[in-house]
């Protein structure tokens, strides 16, 4: 376990998958570095961020995480930021990499004429676990060594995620069902890993590809550089996450954002389809829906994961489709994707 340690010391994200009910469980590791911390302070921080994302800062729980959308002036979302609130004057957010530039020059605009400050957190580490299958006694081991080396941040329902207080920077928080963590600022120093091995897991290494295909499975937009910007918040079903308010005023994006809602502005949403390919798509790219005998090219994809032959898509098509419609990714004509079901209902 020391060369575990060693070897993935100081990467940002690790992925742990927890499989129970069986002789001798695994624990598989992989490091995702898409993410970073941004820490907003000031004692005007409340009042500004108030003023920029779609969620009602004034109503959050402090250490409570939440979704909430960053818009540009025309609605369309530069990302979807996880946020907490430590108090009135300190907030941090977490969001894609990728997006880190063009997310807080635009969030910083207005900056100049507000006493508050934007900090990237370069240190920060992350951490994801996935229990898969396990009893509710190691479960419950699990959380109880979690709450030995963080804090706990609450989420705010199921998918606005659980209560959080400063441990020496280290938070921890579930993704909706208490089967998925996410930790924050974990390091080998904190012996974590050396107490995880200890509950009798066998440990080897994997890629990204659990992580993002759960997010898929969640209906939880994955957005990139070519996505960003492209889509207003009801396209990427961000609704469906408690991360809009409608009551709490002005935010840039504010009234393409309303009008979306209450005069059918928006014709999409995001789906989850599952099925069979022998290619990957491009990102934000179409796919072809069967219409009859014939195919029609409609809808951008979000994210993809393939396994082998198999391919779960997000991707943003009509919202009035059929449930049994079927689709083929452009130039694979022995691809086969169907709708699935994700875990919440939109309006």
Request: aromatic residues 12%; glycine residues 4%.
């Amino acid at each position: 376990m020391l060369e575990l340690q060693q070897q993935y010391k100081k990467q940002n994200i690790y992925f742990f998958t927890l499989k129970g009910f069986v002789m001798i469980k695994s624990l598989s590791i992989s490091k995702l570095n898409q993410y970073t911390l941004i820490k907003v302070s000031g004692i005007e921080a409340q009042k500004y961020l108030q003023g920029q994302v779609t969620q009602d800062l004034y109503k959050m729980q402090t250490q409570t995480l939440y979704y909430a959308a960053h818009c540009e002036p025309k609605g369309k979302v530069i990302a979807l930021l996880m946020i907490w609130k430590q108090n009135d004057d300190t907030f941090f957010y977490i969001l894609p990499k990728s997006l880190e530039e063009s997310q807080l020059k635009e969030i910083k605009k207005y900056a100049i004429f507000s006493k508050v400050s934007f900090e990237i957190q370069p240190e920060t580490s992350f951490h994801f676990l996935h229990l898969d299958n396990v009893s509710l006694s190691d479960k419950e081991r699990i959380q109880a060594l979690l709450a030995n080396f963080s804090t706990s941040i609450e989420t705010q329902k199921e998918y606005n995620s659980t209560n959080t207080l400063l441990n020496n920077g280290k938070f921890h928080f579930s993704l909706g069902d208490n089967n998925d963590f996410i930790i924050i600022n974990f390091s080998d120093d904190d012996n974590f890993f050396a107490e995880l091995s200890k509950l009798n897991y066998t440990i080897s290494t994997c890629d990204s590809s659990l992580f993002e295909k759960t997010q898929i499975e969640r209906g939880i937009p994955q957005l990139s550089l070519v996505t960003s910007q492209e889509f207003l918040p009801q396209a990427l079903n961000i609704q469906a996450l408690n991360a809009i308010s409608f009551s709490k005023g002005c935010y840039t994006g504010q009234e393409m954002v309303a009008r979306a809602k209450y005069r059918g502005a928006n014709k999409r949403a995001l789906y989850y389809l599952k099925g069979t390919s022998s290619v990957s798509p491009e990102i934000g790219s179409n796919l072809l829906m069967k219409l009859g005998e014939n195919y029609k090219e409609t809808g951008n994809i979000i994210s993809f994961v393939k396994e082998k032959n198999e391919i779960f898509i997000q991707v943003v098509l009509s919202n009035r489709l059929e449930e049994n419609s079927e689709f083929k990714i452009i130039g694979c004509d022995d691809s086969q994707l169907f709708i699935q079901k994700l875990p919440y209902d939109l309006e």
